[in-house]
């Protein structure tokens, strides 16, 4: 299921980059502390082979960009 669900990331990524697509956020679905960033450094990867070099976070509604 894992690897199933990096395919389907993988996939998204690239068709969004392909429509023009550079703003992006990330987050967790953690439901335990130790979980929390679990898979990061592979969207991280899969974002920057995709020309994706930073992501959008967002701090009181107001955005900002952090490079990745």
Do not use: W
């Not at 998204?12 to 450094?41: C, M, P, Q």
């Not at 082979?49 to 009181?60: A, H, L, P, R, T």
């Amino acid at each position: 299921p894992q690897q199933q669900a990096i395919e389907r990331m993988k996939y998204i990524v690239e068709l969004y980059a392909s429509l023009g697509g550079r703003k992006i956020t990330i987050g967790s679905d953690a439901h335990t502390a130790d979980r929390h960033k679990n898979g990061f450094e592979t969207v991280k990867a899969v974002l920057k082979e995709n020309g994706i070099n930073s992501v959008c976070v967002f701090v009181k509604r107001k955005e900002y960009t952090v490079q990745i």
